[in-house]
């Protein structure tokens, strides 16, 4: 089956940085994107991965080996309001989105 | 420019009942697709609708159908509800289609359907 594995839940430091790692098994592979979901919110779109190497956007940063079929989000500098539940989602071979069961990340001030 | 609209926000069902959500996508854009997630998980993907023609449709069975009209709204209906379908729909749209393209997903807030 396909899979997409993710830690639960990651707590870090306020001002810290943290990473959260996504490991996949997929039929097919056309790029990795994370969102961050607030309790109550809506998934938001943080970054995507089709190839290679580390994408940076602002404080959050992504990387993606595909030979390992691994990737993680970079979170830097971090604020309370980044407290949320993170997912990892890869295409597949369908062009389906097949997701990860999220990463709960707590800031400690 | 308005975000995703997904109306009602909750819903109580009863177990055999049916249910019809809504969705408004942004201003423009013509792909919307469909996810569930339940606690813990991660979310499962039910359908694409682009232009009005179903995309692509996830592993789910047939109860959980779709359509999209020709401005761009799409509605869900699951019809003969089971206990375990309670759960938050989430609707997302995008600017082209999932299948074509890697255009970024923007989620409304869910319906959240609890079947009793």
């Known amino acids: 089956g396909q899979s997409l594995e993710q830690p639960s839940e990651v707590t870090a430091v306020e001002g810290a940085i943290v990473q959260i790692n996504c490991t996949y098994q997929t039929s097919g592979f056309y790029g990795l994107s994370w969102y961050q979901q607030h309790d109550g919110g809506a998934p938001t779109f943080l970054s995507y991965?089709?190839l290679d190497g580390l994408e940076e956007t602002g404080r959050f940063s992504s990387f993606l080996s595909r030979s390992d079929s691994y990737g993680y989000l970079l979170l830097q500098e971090l604020q309370m309001k980044d407290s949320a539940s993170y997912f990892c989602?890869?295409?597949?071979?369908?062009?389906?989105?097949?997701w990860g069961a999220g990463t709960k990340l707590i800031i400690k001030p | 420019k308005a975000g995703v609209t997904q109306t009602p926000r909750y819903l109580i069902k009863t177990r055999g009942q049916q249910v019809t959500l809504s969705c408004s996508p942004i201003s423009g854009h013509r792909s919307v697709s469909w996810y569930q997630q339940t606690p813990g998980q991660g979310l499962q993907f039910l359908f694409e609708?682009?232009?009005?023609?179903?995309?692509n449709k996830g592993n789910f069975p047939g109860r959980f159908s779709g359509r999209q009209f020709s401005n761009s709204r799409s509605e869900m209906n699951v019809s003969t509800l089971e206990l375990g379908d309670s759960a938050l729909y989430l609707c997302?749209?995008?600017?082209?289609?999932?299948?074509?393209?890697?255009?970024?997903?923007?989620f409304g807030n869910g319906t959240r359907l609890t079947v009793t």
């Open positions: 989602a890869v295409k597949d071979s369908n062009y389906q989105l097949i």
């Open positions: 991965n089709a």
């Open positions: 609708y682009f232009s009005e023609t179903q995309r």
């Open positions: 997302a749209s995008s600017l082209m289609s999932v299948v074509s393209y890697n255009s970024p997903l923007h």
